[in-house]
C-alpha cells in the first residue's frame, strides 16, 4: 500500500497532467495551420490510445478491483513470507524468478480482444457500404462525437481571425468572405464580435456551451474519484489509470473546445472555460483519497469509474472512429496503432505489476 505522501504527491501530479489536455488547443491550432498531416496523425492515434486504455483500463483494472479480485497484493506477500520460514533458499530463490498471473486478466483480455475484432468488423463493414462521398456523408452524419478531422477547419478560422485581430484587421478573412452566404449565425463569430462576447462571460450562453462546461465538469470529477482510488491500490494502478484518462482527455478537450468556439465563446474564454471545467478532477481526487480509505467505498468507486471509462469508450470514442476512419486506409492504420498500444500498455502493467518497484 503506498503512503499518504505518496498518494497525494503522485496523485496531485497525475490530475495536474490530466487538467493540462484542457488546454492542447493552444498547440493543436499552431500544428493544424502549419503541419496538417501531423495534426491528422496525432488526433487519430490518440484517438485509438484512447479506446485502448479506456476499455483495457476498465476492464483489466477497476472491474476487477470492484469485484475484489485484485487483490493479490497481500496474497503474494504472504506466500512470499512463508516460503522464506518453510523452503531452503534455493526454493525460494525459484519463487522469485516466476511470476503469477491472475486468470481473470486472461478471461477480462478475452472481452477486449472481442471489443477490438467486432469494431474492426463494423469498420470493414462501413467500408464496403461506402458508395461514394455522398453515400459516406449520408451513412455516417451522425455517428460519433464530433472530435474529429472536421474540427481542423475549425482551427483553421480560428487560427486566421486570430491574426487579423493581431494586425489590426476587423474584417473577416477571405474564406469566410467566400462562405459567409452560406453559414449559419451558430458558428464562429467575426473578431469584432468575438472581442465584445470575452468582455462578458455569462451573457448570451447557448445552452449547449453550458451543458458541455457542466457535463465536463462532472466527467471530470469522476476522474478525479478514479486516479485516486487507484492511487490509494497501488502506484501502477494509478500510472495505469492515470494515462487512460490523458488518451481519452486530450481529443475530447479538443472537441469540445471547438465546439465552444462554434458557440459564440471568444478563443480565451474557451480555453478558460474548459480549464475550469478541468479542475472539478483534483475536488475529485481529494474527495476521493478520503473515501478510498473505506475499502468498501473505494469498490464503489471503482464500479463508477468502470462504467465511465466502458461508455466513453463504446459510446462515444468508437462511432467516432468508425465515422472518420471508414474508406480511408490509414487513418484505419493509426486508430489500430493506437488502439493496440493502449491494450499492450495495460496488460503489461496488470501482467508486470507485482515486479514493477516504483
Known amino acids: 500500500m503506498p503512503t499518504d505522501a505518496e498518494i497525494y504527491g503522485y496523485g496531485t501530479l497525475a490530475n495536474i497532467l490530466c487538467c493540462l489536455c484542457s488546454i ?3 498547440f493543436v491550432i499552431p500544428i493544424s495551420r502549419n503541419h496538417k498531416n501531423a495534426y491528422h496523425v496525432l488526433l487519430s492515434v490518440f484517438m485509438g490510445l ?3 486504455t479506456l476499455a483495457s483500463d476498465a476492464l483489466l483494472h477497476l472491474i476487477p478491483e470492484a469485484l475484489g479480485l485484485h487483490s493479490h497484493h497481500d496474497d ?5 513470507h512463508s516460503g522464506n520460514e518453510t523452503h531452503e533458499d534455493d526454493d525460494h530463490d525459484e519463487h522469485g524468478e516466476g511470476f503469477h498471473v491472475e486468470p481473470y486478466v486472461w478471461y477480462c483480455l478475452v472481452v477486449v480482444i472481442g471489443i477490438y475484432a467486432f469494431y474492426m468488423l463494423e469498420v470493414i463493414m462501413a467500408t464496403l457500404h461506402l458508395n461514394g462521398e455522398n453515400s459516406k456523408t449520408d451513412m455516417l452524419e451522425n455517428v460519433g462525437n464530433g472530435i474529429g478531422d472536421n474540427k481542423l477547419e475549425t482551427f483553421r478560422k480560428l487560427d486566421e481571425r486570430m491574426t487579423a485581430v493581431r494586425v489590426g484587421n476587423l474584417e473577416p478573412p477571405e474564406s469566410d ?11 464562429i463569430e467575426t473578431p469584432k464580435e468575438e472581442i465584445k462576447k470575452s468582455s462578458n462571460f455569462f451573457t448570451g450562453l447557448k445552452p449547449i456551451v453550458v451543458m458541455i462546461v457542466i457535463g465536463d465538469a462532472i466527467h471530470n470529477f469522476t476522474d478525479g474519484l478514479a486516479v485516486a482510488a487507484s492511487f490509494n491500490s497501488s502506484i501502477l494502478e494509478g500510472i495505469s489509470t492515470t494515462l487512460a484518462i490523458i488518451c481519452h482527455e486530450l481529443p475530447q478537450e479538443l472537441g469540445d473546445f471547438a465546439i465552444l468556439m462554434k458557440n459564440g465563446l471568444s478563443f480565451k474564454m474557451a480555453l478558460f472555460a474548459n480549464l475550469m471545467s478541468s479542475l472539478t478532477a483534483l475536488l475529485g481526487f481529494y474527495i476521493g483519497v478520503s473515501l478510498s480509505k473505506d475499502a468498501g467505498a473505494s469498490q464503489w468507486i471503482y464500479s463508477i469509474a468502470a462504467g465511465l471509462f466502458l461508455y466513453i469508450a463504446m459510446a462515444d470514442m468508437i ?4 465515422k472518420s476512419g471508414a474508406g480511408r486506409m490509414r487513418t484505419i492504420i493509426y486508430h489500430n496503432i493506437g488502439i493496440l498500444i493502449g491494450i499492450l500498455i495495460i496488460l503489461l502493467l496488470s501482467i508486470f505489476e507485482d515486479k514493477i518497484q516504483i
Open 50 to 52: 484512447a479506446v485502448g
Open 319 to 322: 462511432p467516432e472512429l468508425i
Open 177 to 187: 468572405r467566400n462562405e459567409q452566404n452560406h453559414q449559419s449565425t451558430a458558428t
Open 24 to 26: 492542447g488547443a493552444v
Open 76 to 80: 503474494h506477500e504472504d506466500e512470499e
